[in-house]
């Protein structure tokens, strides 16, 4: 007898499986924990699928909790436009969104309370000061001279740090470590410090604020998370998430660290994609280049394609980097098999079928996707002066065998047409082709052909009297040039690609794209995959190129 094959586990997912075997936990509860500092990118996407699939997995739940105990650089747009992200990734935290500014009031009392026990104190070293006596991983540090002011000196001051009654930088509340320790973050890491600003949700009520430290691991025990993840560069931080725990004695979460996404091609990092915000290299954190989530929504990236790219990527315990071209090959599977196919002719030439009656049109029925028949046909006039591209005809071509396409006396198909002959052309001034001529064979009318014309070249065309003209289409490409930008040395800005927008007019397209709504994503046949962008108006229809059909990098490199 078969026994089912157990799919392969990641080693979160293994942990999970283990704990639930035991009787450790009975349920799965995970965080997603963004600070509201900026927009999210990619990388937060695989940390959104992370956290969110293990609980859709294991029946469990995934708090959506904003990291916002810094209130310098956050902004209520930030929480906004995060959470707008994850709903369209397709994931729910239901009522559970919280945020550690909800926390201010307890972690306050836990900080009391590590001072109570002996286990805090305020410092009145400066930045520079402390830095000095900290030593280094084989140095040990030395104590500061107020470590063991008494107690109630510590409350009384800790209470006058929150009144406002001191400035910033002047003093700070420390865990009471182990200065020698080869762990960094455990010689006495700063719990609280002043800050004379206005929070976005506490506005003037605090004048001291937790550490991410603080913060985050009691956050993750307040909402009694069992499994909390995060990125590498966290682990040397757990000692502190796990002495923290333990000596408040809150609810024991653990800390599991996973490997961040890092993209070839592309920058993730917040403060990075702010430097181009802010330095207008790109429109906005939402431009079609940028690998925020809002960005790649905009430029045509849907959530099924992003969530397949989670998936196939998986969780690792080192550090890499992906190729941006699994992402793409993603979102080409996906639209493949979604986006209605639509004629689009990218560098018109006139086609005149000279045996067509001036002023007939006919209607012929072109198939929406051939991916998905329930996605059914649409109408296309057909008439005697027509539209196709410049890049299918050449005046000299090659052998047949060589070159499907049109050329003086070849035959080739319009798609959803006729079978048209080639008979001659005319150049303009400029020594361009500016009209190509040809005749349609009537036997061959697509779906009632009766001529047993076998031909090999098929070519999209769009009729002239009806084509939609003047669309404004953004070609995008790679906002950066180089592969690993995690290695270079100089500005990052440096690398940018200054081809990675190109805009043209030219393009004509079917008249079925006169209706074309915000957000309607179409494959223009074998061109690519276009976005209807939001800045399109009444009078002016605008695209974005999600991406080509296939992938031109590899075949330039490749
Ligand atoms: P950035 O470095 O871009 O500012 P961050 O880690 O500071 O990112 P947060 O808002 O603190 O941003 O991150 C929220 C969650 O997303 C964290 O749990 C973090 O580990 C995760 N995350 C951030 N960047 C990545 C990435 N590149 N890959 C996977 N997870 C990520
Ligand atoms: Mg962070």
Known sequence: MDTPKKESLNFIEQMIEKDLDSGKHQTVKTRFPPEPNGYLHIGHAKSICLNFGLAEKYNGTCNLRFDDTNPEKEEVEYVDSIKTDIKWLGFDWEDREYYASDYFNTLYSYAIQLIKDGKAYIDELSKEEFAAIKGSPTVPGKESPYRNRPLEENLTLFEE????????????????????????????????????????????????????????????????????????????????????????????SKQTEFARLNLSYTIVSKRSLRELVEGNYVSGWDDPRMPTISGIRRRGFTPTAIRKFADTIGVAKRNGITDVAVLEHAVREDLNKVAPRVFGIMDPVKLVITNWPEGKTETM??????????????????????????????????????????????????????????????????????????????????????????????????????????????????????????????????????D?????????????????????????????????????????????????????????NG
């Open 365 to 498: 029925t072109a198939i929406n996707n051939p991916e998905d028949e329930s996605a059914g046909t649409r109408e296309m006039p057909f008439t005697r002066e027509l539209y196709i591209d410049r890049s299918d005809f050449k005046e000299d071509p090659p052998s047949p065998r060589k070159w499907y396409r049109l050329g003086p006396e070849r035959e080739v198909r319009l798609k959803s047409g006729y079978i048209i002959k080639c008979t001659g052309f005319k150049k303009g001034d400029n020594g361009e082709v500016e009209e190509i001529y040809a005749e349609y064979d009537p036997e061959t009318r697509s779906g009632q052909d009766t001529s047993g014309k076998k031909v090999k070249g098929t070519l999209g065309w769009v009729s002239a009297d009806h084509a939609v003209k003047g669309a404004e289409i953004r070609l995008y490409d790679r906002l950066f040039l180089t592969e690993n930008l995690g290695t270079i040395e100089d500005d990052f800005k440096n690398h940018l690609n200054p």
């Open 161 to 252: 740090m929150k009144s406002g009654r001191h400035p910033e930088g002047k003093m700070a509340l420390r865990a009471k470590i182990d200065m020698s320790s080869p762990n960094m973050h455990m010689r006495d890491p700063i719990l609280y410090r002043v800050k004379h600003a206005s929070h976005h949700r506490t506005g003037n009520q605090w004048c001291v604020y937790p550490s991410y430290d603080f913060a985050h691991g009691q956050s993750d025990s307040l909402e009694e998370i069992n499994y909390s993840l995060c990125t590498l560069e966290f682990e040397v931080h757990r000692p502190l998430y796990e002495w923290l725990i333990e000596n408040l004695g809150i609810y024991p």
């Open 500 to 556: 990675s927008l190109t805009i043209t007019k030219k393009a004509v397209l079917e008249p079925s794209l006169a209706n074309a709504k915000v957000g309607d994503i179409f494959q223009f046949e074998r061109i690519g995959y276009f976005r209807v962008d939001e800045d399109t108006t009444d009078n002016q229809l605008v695209f974005n190129r999600t991406i080509t059909l296939r992938d031109n990098w590899a075949r330039k």
